[in-house]
């Protein structure tokens, strides 16, 4: 079997028969589909059931609500695919998607490959397309090539799982070994070391994903507090998987450990008494490491980053105070 297709869903009853219908009226049909019901308390269960007694392709997972880490690591331990494709819930995909990534791995062979996509307003409203090319270049890349256009820039990369695919093997190596308490940032804790231990990759042009953007959705939940604890696990999820030595990973990681304090930073000054936030964020930056990242990404040439780097490392709580109230 060529591919193993995983679908999160919670509480998506609106949207997740566009999603499976998306799926199942796929050119390519080398494919199961793993459908996981993270505890929904809607229709979404009900709807899961009634497909899987129609396509014997179908597999679905009901578990208790445990996020979307929890989901993803329960439909991968079922995966049988030589390739792992995600489709959240309430996104979609064109008839020919599994068919354009099996021609992809065809010229390999190849460990990641992904695909442009569109983001979603409504039915018909979609913004500019997403897409990831190195060397302004799309199709296949070596290892040598990854190493000398991608690597050395990797945290720009967009890092979504879904409008991707991985080799099974790849992708359970990072899926399984993730906190499912890492409820924010946990595509980026999966789609990098990946990346970075692909041999091969191949960019595709095409636009062939569709992302709904849903603010009652499993993964695009209003964003609320971003905990410190989240934080702390991404950032030692990296520093077990990412040599820091190699491609200049410590400067780009420190810009992503700058960005990552500082919206957590304003989600806790939007939400929580001014007292209390600064003195979760004093604790954050009082850790030597962290206040090292921190330090380091003063030299970004970002001038976001390298602001947001500044505000921290100097404790300016006041103006992050103030960037979160305008930005309410």
């Known amino acids: 079997m060529r591919f193993s297709v995983i679908v999160p869903c919670y509480n998506i009853e609106k949207y997740i028969v566009q999603c499976i219908e998306s799926i199942l009226a ?5 494919y199961e589909l793993i459908l996981v019901d993270d505890g929904s308390k809607d229709a979404t269960a009900g709807i899961l059931d009634k497909y899987q007694k129609r396509d014997n392709r179908i597999k679905v997972i ?3 609500n445990g996020g979307l880490t929890s989901a993803r690591k329960a439909g991968a331990e079922l995966a049988a695919g030589d ?8 996104d979609w995909i064109i008839p020919e998607y599994l068919e354009e990534f099996s021609k992809a791995i065809d010229k ?3 460990d990641v490959a992904c695909c442009g996509y569109y983001e979603m307003l409504g039915e018909e409203e979609k913004r500019e397309s997403c897409l990831n090319k190195l060397n302004n270049r799309y199709g296949y890349f070596t290892r040598k090539e990854i190493e000398e256009f991608l690597l050395p820039d990797l945290f720009r990369f967009k890092p979504v799982v879904w409008s991707k695919v991985f080799r099974r093997e790849v992708y359970l190596k990072y899926q399984m070994t993730l906190d499912s308490r890492i409820s924010m940032g946990e595509d980026g ?5 990946c990346i970075l231990n692909a041999n091969e990759i191949f960019l ?3 636009c062939m994903y569709y992302y709904r953007l849903n603010m009652s959705s499993l993964t695009k939940q209003p964003k609320k507090i971003i905990s410190w604890e989240n934080v702390k696990l991404r950032i030692a999820r990296f520093e077990e998987y990412l040599p820091f030595e190699k491609y200049g990973l410590y400067d780009q990681f420190s ?3 700058a960005h990552a304090a500082f919206n957590a930073s304003v989600t806790h000054l939007k939400n929580e008494p001014y007292g209390t936030a600064k003195k979760g964020i004093c604790s954050f930056l009082g850790e030597e490491k962290n206040r090292k990242y921190i330090k380091n990404a003063l030299k970004s040439k970002d001038k976001k ?3 947001a780097a500044f505000a921290l490392y100097y404790k300016m709580i006041a103006l992050l105070k103030i960037w979160a109230y305008i930005n309410r």
Do not use: M
């Open 62 to 64: 009901h578990k208790s």
């Open 108 to 110: 390999g062979p190849v």
């Open 255 to 257: 810009e992503y450990v």
């Open 83 to 90: 390739y792992v494709a995600i489709v959240d819930g309430d």
């Open 305 to 307: 980053n390298k602001i």
């Open 189 to 193: 804790a999966i789609t990098y070391p």
């Open 204 to 206: 595709i042009e095409k």
């Open 26 to 30: 796929q050119t390519f049909t080398d």
